[in-house]
């Protein structure tokens, strides 16, 4: 089993639909991060959480809602979005924000919005 | 702030030749350096690092030496294989900004038998 788990691992969804993603991380790390990768793009950050306090939000649209319960776990809601929305999303996690310390990436969730 | 420049791909080399992908990057302080791969449908894995300037990071026979005075962290393997067809990335992580880790664009590599 991978420190990082995601799922669903693949979804598909409507504009009108309401998902969720979820990232569980098992290797006590209190920091946690979004990423989404799209086609021909850099990686792009969107969301931190450092002891489950948003620490960063990079302009992302409202659309995307995240939540961080507790350390471990990771959630982004999903609603009203659009096809350009379909990308590769990447849950990462490390020890702490800034610390010099590598990222653990779970296998991401693949986004089809039809 | 901090940035992360590689060397734009694809890199297309038949099995056993030689590795180079650049990397350079622009960072306050003292940041750590990464090399991740990406294999095709999964997620980043991370593949060496290296903390402080002159650190040489190694696994699976891939290289990578911290180079503060070029500021630089290129990678490299002396005989790839059609199994290292994957995507790397360049990445950073400097604490004096505690920003979460900066990445490069990707270098996309295809070894062909």
């Known amino acids: 089993e991978t420190g990082v788990t995601q799922t669903p691992r693949h979804l598909v969804m409507g504009m009108t639909n309401k998902k969720s993603l979820k990232c569980e991380q098992h290797?006590?790390?209190?920091?946690m991060y979004w990423y989404k990768q799209s086609a021909k793009k850099p990686l792009e950050l969107m969301f931190v959480?450092?002891?489950?306090?948003?620490?960063e939000n990079n302009s992302v649209p409202s659309r995307f809602s995240p939540e961080c319960p507790n350390s471990s776990h990771l959630f982004l809601h999903l609603h009203t979005l659009q096809p350009e929305d379909s990308a590769l999303y990447l849950c990462?996690?490390?020890?702490?924000?800034?610390?010099?310390?590598?990222?653990?990436f779970g296998q991401g969730t693949r986004l089809t919005v039809v | 702030g901090n940035s992360v420049t590689q060397m734009e791909g694809p890199v297309t080399l038949s099995e056993e030749a030689f590795l180079t992908i650049n990397c350079t990057y622009t960072?306050?302080?003292?940041?750590?350096l990464f090399w991740y791969v990406q294999y095709p449908g999964e997620g980043l894995q991370l593949l060496l690092k290296?903390?402080?300037?002159?650190d040489k990071g190694s696994n699976k026979g891939f290289e990578a030496t911290y180079r503060k005075e070029t500021t630089s962290f290129h990678l490299e393997k002396g005989s790839v294989q059609v199994s290292d067809s994957a995507v790397y990335f360049c990445?950073?992580?400097?604490?004096?900004?505690?920003?979460?880790?900066?990445f490069g664009s990707g270098t996309r590599l295809q070894v062909q038998p």
């Open positions: 990462a996690s490390s020890q702490e924000q800034g610390q010099n310390t590598e990222a653990f």
């Open positions: 290797l006590g790390h209190n920091a």
């Open positions: 959480y450092n002891f489950k306090e948003q620490t």
């Open positions: 960072a306050t302080g003292y940041p750590s």
């Open positions: 290296a903390t402080k300037a002159d």
């Open positions: 990445a950073l992580s400097a604490q004096i900004s505690r920003r979460a880790l900066t």
